[in-house]
Each structure stands twice: as structure tokens, then as C-alpha cells.
């Protein structure tokens, strides 16, 4: 069974920096995209990141670019998701994803979820 599993969540303030992690077990992941979604309270789902298989190519939502990088380590079955400069309105559950197909997760429709992790960035 696929198990995506997030931690490095927490509260932090306006300006610092965090990183998730994702493990990941019961798939090839190494042969999949991986993706990071949020949705903050009131809001929402919304995407974040996204890497293909091997982490040649990478995506991201306007919102964050210049301040998070997703990246992977195929060997370890984990992607990552570094943030910077975080700002309150960053606040949000963060959700892992894993699909064959990039694609899938600009359109939110990724197979394969995390169950989340906290992020609160205070102002």
C-alpha cells in the first residue's frame, strides 16, 4: 500500500525558513512526480510545487517562486520542500502528492496524498 508521509512542519516567524519532508514507502516512488499542495483555513486547496521523476524539471505556483525549492532524493524515497522568507500567508496545512504524471498536479489530481503538515508562520 503507498504511503506518503510529511513532518518538518511547526510555527515560525515572518522571514524565517522551514522544510518539509515527505517519505515515502509501498511504491517505486523514484519513478514518480512529486508534488506539495496547501490549504490554508476558509480556503481552498491550492498547489504549491511540483518535481518530475528524476527532478529535471520543476514547477511552481507564483506565489512562492524566488522563496521555496522542491527537490528529491530518489534514494531515500523523499522529496523535500524548502521554503524562505516565509510570510503569514503562508500559513497552511501542507500535503504531499505522488502521480506517474506531472501533469496531474497543476490540476490537483494527483493518485497518491499525505496526510499533512502544520505550517503557521506568525506575524
Known amino acids: 500500500q503507498a504511503q506518503l508521509v510529511e513532518s518538518g512542519g511547526g510555527l515560525v516567524q515572518a522571514g524565517g525558513s522551514l522544510r518539509l519532508s515527505c517519505a515515502a514507502s509501498g511504491r517505486t516512488f523514484s519513478t514518480y512526480a512529486m508534488g506539495w499542495f496547501r490549504q490554508a483555513p476558509g480556503k481552498e486547496r491550492e498547489f504549491v510545487a511540483a518535481?518530475?521523476?528524476?527532478?529535471?524539471?520543476?514547477y511552481y505556483a507564483d506565489s512562492v517562486k524566488g522563496r521555496f525549492t522542491i527537490s528529491r532524493d530518489n534514494a531515500k524515497n523523499t522529496v523535500y520542500l524548502q521554503m524562505n522568507s516565509l510570510k503569514p500567508e503562508d500559513t497552511a496545512v501542507y500535503y504531499c502528492?505522488?502521480?506517474?504524471?506531472?501533469?496531474?498536479?497543476?490540476?490537483?489530481?494527483?493518485?497518491?496524498w499525505g496526510q499533512g503538515t502544520q505550517v503557521t508562520v506568525s506575524s
Open positions: 502528492a505522488a502521480d506517474h504524471f506531472v501533469a496531474t498536479m497543476q490540476a490537483q489530481t494527483p493518485a497518491y
Open positions: 518535481t518530475t521523476w528524476n527532478g529535471g524539471n520543476t
